[in-house]
């Protein structure tokens, strides 16, 4: 969980230091899977995160419940609306 905190961190400074335009869409991609990762405030978001005893969460992460929060783990479920939005936050907070 501490790699994915960190990956997640790195990711979203990387995205301040890096204009909005100059990503590639799998490079916003892989931006917002971080933060969401991020912004999950349980154990398991993702099916390849682990729990506090170092144990794969697999069928109990949040992103395999079909109720609750669903963080978005893999860049397959960015959508490309997310994309552009993504986008447009951040040329709008750099403006």
């Known amino acids: 969980m501490k790699k994915l905190v960190l990956c997640g961190t790195m990711c979203v400074a990387l995205a301040g230091m890096v204009a909005a335009a100059e990503l590639t869409d799998a490079d916003v991609r892989t931006l917002i899977v971080a933060e ?3 912004a999950y405030s349980g154990q398991c978001p993702c099916p ?5 005893d170092n144990e794969l969460c697999g069928k109990r992460s949040a992103w395999s419940r079909k109720d609750g929060e669903r963080p978005i783990c893999f860049s397959q479920d960015v959508t ?4 552009h939005a993504y986008r ?3 040329v709008n907070s750099e403006g």
């Not at 490309?80 to 994309?83: F, G, I, T």
Request: with cysteine; net charge negative.
């Open 80 to 83: 490309d609306e997310q994309v």
């Open 36 to 38: 969401s990762i991020a």
């Open 88 to 90: 447009e936050r951040k």
């Open 48 to 52: 390849c995160s682990f729990d506090k």
